[in-house]
Nanobody, 130 residues
Framework: EVQLVESGGGLVQPGGSLRLSCAAS????????MGWFRQAPGKKREGVAA????????????NYVDSVKGRFTISRDNAKNTIYLQMNSLEPEDTAMYYC???????????????????WGQGTQVTVSS
């Protein structure tokens, strides 16, 4: 069974940085996508960033929600089966529970919608406050 374990959340001041990690295990797919999502209290879960993990022509494709472009970077370490979300210039509006998710469809499209993703981590809290 696919397991995703996030870490790296915490409390940070506005303008600060955090790096989230998501360690994946239990999968056999070689072509798939992974993404970061967030959900603030009272709001819908939204896609933040996604990347293609495979080795084909879509390898390395990334997608970001407009509100984080230029501030957040999604990356991966295939040897460690881990993806990261480097978050810089954090704003109070970035406060949310952050989730890692996997879309094991080999034709995945680095979507920021939640419905293609069928495996989710437990989440890690990010709070941006002075």
């Amino acid at each position: 069974e696919v397991q995703l374990v996030e870490s790296g959340g915490g409390l940070v001041q506005p303008g600060g940085s955090l790096r989230l990690s998501c360690a994946a295990s239990g999968y056999t797919a070689s072509e798939f996508c992974m993404g970061w999502f967030r959900q603030a209290p009272g709001k819908k879960r939204e896609g933040v960033a996604a990347t293609n993990i495979g080795h084909g022509i879509a390898r390395g494709m990334v997608n970001y929600v407009d509100s984080v472009k230029g501030r957040f970077t999604i990356s991966r370490d295939n040897a460690k089966n881990t993806i990261y979300l480097q978050m810089n210039s954090l704003e109070p509006e970035d406060t949310a529970m952050y989730y890692c998710a996997a879309d094991l469809d080999p034709y995945c499209t680095v979507s920021l919608r939640t419905d293609p993703y069928n495996h989710w981590g437990q989440g890690t809290q990010v709070t941006v406050s002075s």
